[in-house]
């Protein structure tokens, strides 16, 4: 089945660790997003990709890291240089563009101590 | 930078009740997507539309682009049906999408 795969679901680290996120996605999407969600606040954007070896910075870029080395994986890293990496990841792929309608991964819940 | 508002913030409904819930936006847009997030976290699309109206199965999404506002209609409500609903508008092409803090829906048997 087509979709996309995030993992681990949860996933412990200790501050000043830098740590790497999973995505990939089996839909032939052109574009792919990571999102953070925190308690009470919408979506947010951290960065996008609308074709390999290219990305663009979201709303909340600073302390994450991307690469789109290949057009089904999208990783990424929470850096030490994240001042509250404590959150909800989303990964997310669509065709073309962000407009088009996005499909969304299971999540990682990363929780630093 | 548009804004989206979604109400109510908490919505409680009887199972078979019919269940509304808003979102409304400060700029014109090109699209607005209607999602919901289950307790596991889990994101699925459940609509997408730029005018008029849609329908999949007991859910009803509408559109009023003069007014800058949607409805999310469900019919029949079910317990299954709990979960936050998120609007989300796209203003362009290649603009990204805003979201909402989206609206958690519990329905009781």
């Known amino acids: 089945d087509g979709g996309i795969t995030q993992s681990p679901k949860y996933l412990f680290r200790k501050e000043g660790q830098n740590v790497t996120l999973s995505c990939e996605q089996n839909?032939?999407?052109?574009?792919m997003y990571w999102y953070r969600q925190d308690p009470g606040q919408g979506l947010r954007l951290i960065y996008y990709?609308?074709?390999?070896?290219?990305?663009q910075k979201g709303d909340i870029a600073e302390g994450y890291s991307v690469s789109r080395e290949k057009k089904e994986s999208f990783p990424l890293t929470v850096t030490s240089a994240q001042k509250n990496p404590t959150a909800f990841y989303l990964c997310?792929?669509?065709?073309?563009?962000?407009?088009?309608?996005?499909?969304f991964g299971p999540g990682t819940r990363l929780t630093v101590t | 930078k548009n804004e989206v508002e979604q109400s109510p913030q908490n919505l409680t409904a009887q199972e078979g009740e019919f269940i509304t819930i808003n979102c409304s936006y400060s700029?014109?847009?090109?699209?607005l997507h209607w999602l919901q997030q289950h307790p596991g976290g889990g994101i699925v699309s459940l609509f997408m539309?730029?005018?008029g109206k849609k329908k999949h199965g007991r859910l009803i999404a509408t559109i009023n682009i003069q007014e800058k506002h949607s409805s999310l209609h469900i019919t029949a409500s079910h317990p299954r049906d709990s979960a936050v609903y998120i609007c989300?508008?796209?203003?362009?092409?290649?603009?990204?999408?805003?979201f909402g803090k989206g609206i958690t829906l519990s329905v009781r048997p």
């Open positions: 997310a792929s669509s065709r073309f563009t962000p407009s088009y309608e996005q499909y």
């Open positions: 839909l032939n999407h052109d574009a």
């Open positions: 990709s609308q074709i390999v070896n290219d990305f």
């Open positions: 700029v014109g847009i090109s699209a």
């Open positions: 539309l730029s005018s």
């Open positions: 989300a508008v796209s203003t362009g092409a290649n603009s990204k999408l805003t």
